[in-house]
């Protein structure tokens, strides 16, 4: 298992000023209790700890190829008495034969810039998900590093790895029947899009 190309997990510090409140950015994103849900590429869990509060009872499974990080992501679930994260050590590649159901949201965030075969990741997806599931995606707009600044530094992955709206569309939607529901702008730096499984 190796990782996607800059897909390095940002510091706490401006992270947290970017993403004040990850829980509300998923319910804007249409994710809601009883939603099965899985982040790829969880990290420590950033948005996979709000996600568990957000879609309670149904479980979030979250999926990373750094044990470390999931590591991490279950001390945080055991101090904050959470009882409904999975975590997954696994590759994004192989996400449908690895996770042990279909799930209602398959979300990845600030991370499908760095995966060298879209389409095939796209598949992945697709064949985790429950007819009628969402795959729920935010990116990095697709501006210049120096133009994406936190804290007065330039931030995200190089211009050349990000990833437009419509380019995002195109990727999603030539594979298999992805239907897009809708577009979410996530100021200052990025934007989201929900896809429906036909
Ligand atoms: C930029 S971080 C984003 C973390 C989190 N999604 C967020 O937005 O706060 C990307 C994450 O993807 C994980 N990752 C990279 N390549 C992966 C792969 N092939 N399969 C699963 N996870 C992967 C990294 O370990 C890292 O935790």
Request: aromatic share 8%; net charge negative.
């Amino acid at each position: 298992m190796d990782r996607f190309q800059n897909t390095r997990l940002p510091d706490l510090d401006w992270w947290a000023r970017l993403w004040p409140t990850p829980g509300e950015t998923l319910r804007r994103l249409g994710v809601g209790p009883g939603d099965a849900f899985v982040e790829v590429g969880s990290g420590d869990g950033y948005f996979a700890l709000p996600a568990a509060r957000v879609v309670d009872p149904a479980p979030v499974y979250a999926l990373d190829v750094d044990e470390r990080l999931l590591t991490d992501l279950e001390r945080w679930v055991e101090r904050q008495g959470i009882e409904n994260v999975v975590t997954v050590h696994g590759d994004a590649r192989e996400l449908a034969g690895t996770l042990p159901e279909r799930v209602d949201v398959v979300f990845i965030a600030n991370t499908l810039h760095g995966v060298e075969d879209p389409a095939a990741f796209v598949k992945q997806a697709y064949e985790a998900l429950r007819p009628g599931g969402r795959f729920v995606v935010i990116n990095w707009h697709d501006r210049p590093p120096a133009e994406t600044t936190v804290e007065g530094k330039p931030r995200g992955p190089p211009a050349d790895l990000r990833l437009s709206p419509n380019a995002t569309v195109d990727i999603v939607r030539a594979v298999v029947p992805f239907r897009q529901v809708r577009q979410v702008d996530l100021p200052p730096h990025h934007y989201g899009l929900v896809f429906e499984r036909e």
